[in-house]
């Protein structure tokens, strides 16, 4: 069995390997696009506000039976993971952002359990599926960026209120686990002019954190630019 000292931890070549959640118009796709190189796996079609940046994607829309107008669950996962493996393996990508994993979850139980109600064990099998799809990603050796929706959910007897990712299931509470860098990401007016940021530290309300600001560091929010948090690994 080998001992490793923490002390021996080096964040030289480091690739990020982060998540965020908002609400729509908070820069989240931008965000994406600030990465090096990178190519987004685009199932929110929101690809219009990174136009100019020379951002890469592969369009993903949802496919559907001409007939009915169903879903079609298995095919439509069936691109999602030939996409993915195309990015692995694509030389010309340093960063792969997946945009985004609200589709993604609802595109994975669908194709378990096509029309039909999910049950117990379908739930289960979704959780490990999308685990399995986070993991792929996150060791492509390359960087990557999860981007979700978010979810209000409350408690009316206990009055409490939290804000989760958009994801179907439970993996919905369980999504931040899975990285080291979850954010929020958040829209202020400053001097009259919209400024994006991501909260890195957790509330009552919003569960975010960054294992790249060391304890001491008073930050509660990084700016949405991947040349700005990388600067936190030197």
């Not at 000292?5 to 965020?20: F, H, M």
């Not at 931008?30 to 506000?49: A, E, I, K, N, V």
């Not at 099998?125 to 929706?149: M, P, Q, T």
């Amino acid at each position: 069995m080998l001992v490793k000292n923490s002390s021996d931890i080096t964040t030289k070549s480091l690739k990020l390997k982060a998540a965020v959640y908002g609400k729509s118009g908070t820069g989240k796709t931008t965000f994406g696009s600030t990465f090096p190189s990178p190519l987004f796996l685009d199932l929110d079609r929101g690809m219009l506000s990174v136009r100019g940046t020379k951002a890469r994607y592969i369009e993903l829309a949802r496919p559907q039976d001409k007939r009915t107008g169903n879903t079609l669950y298995n095919q439509w996962w069936k691109e999602i993971m030939e996409a993915a493996q195309f990015a692995i393996k694509d030389e010309e990508c340093e960063s792969i952002i997946i945009d985004s994993m609200t589709w993604i979850g609802e595109a994975c139980i669908g194709s378990i359990v096509g029309m039909r109600k999910p049950g117990f064990d379908d739930w289960t099998a979704h959780y490990n599926k999308l685990r399995d799809f986070v993991f792929l990603i996150k060791e492509s050796g390359k960087n990557c960026l999860f981007i979700c929706h978010d979810q209000i959910e409350k408690d009316e007897l206990a009055g409490k209120v939290w804000m989760f990712p958009m994801i179907q299931g439970q993996m919905r509470q369980k999504f931040g686990d899975l990285f080291d860098e979850f954010y929020y990401s958040d829209v202020v007016e400053t001097g009259g002019k919209q400024e994006y940021r991501l909260l890195c530290r957790s509330t009552t309300i919003f569960t975010a954190k960054s294992r790249l600001l060391r304890k001491e560091d008073p930050k509660k929010h990084l700016p949405p630019s991947y040349d700005e948090i990388i600067k936190l690994a030197k």
